[in-house]
Nanobody
Framework: QVQLVESGGGLVQAGGSLRLSCAAS????????VGWFRQAPGKEREFVAR????????RYADSVKGRFTISRDNAKNTVYLQMNNLKPEDTADYYC???????????????WGQGTQVTVSS
């Protein structure tokens, strides 16, 4: 079983940047596809981005394309979400998730982290 811990959230002004990290323990993250999700207050959790185990296949939600970049460093057992040009509507709790399947990780991943809060002020 893999355990996931997110970090890097915080308060930032609109137009600013943050980099979230998702660190794994228990098992090597290189065996898993990893996704990022977010949940804003009063809204359902939504898919943000996902990356295959090798990093060769990446997908983004339309709302973040061109602003967010997902990447991974398997040697560090960590996946990143670089968020640029942040908008107030990006305010949410951000979660990373992992699964053996790149398809399933975007819809119903098996493992979840506890989340990190991102607040973008206008």
């Amino acid at each position: 079983q893999v355990q996931l811990v997110e970090s890097g959230g915080g308060l930032v002004q609109a137009g600013g940047s943050l980099r979230l990290s998702c660190a794994a323990s228990g098992r090597t993250l290189s065996n898993y596809a990893v996704g990022w999700f977010r949940q804003a207050p009063g809204k359902e959790r939504e898919f943000v981005a996902r990356i295959s185990w090798s990093g060769g296949s990446i997908r983004y939600a339309d709302s973040v394309k061109g602003r967010f970049t997902i990447s991974r460093d398997n040697a560090k057992n960590t996946v990143y979400l670089q968020m640029n040009n942040l908008k107030p509507e990006d305010t949410a709790d951000y979660y990373c998730a992992a699964d053996n399947s790149p398809q399933r990780v975007a819809n119903n991943p098996g493992y979840w982290g506890q989340g990190t809060q991102v607040t973008v002020s206008s």
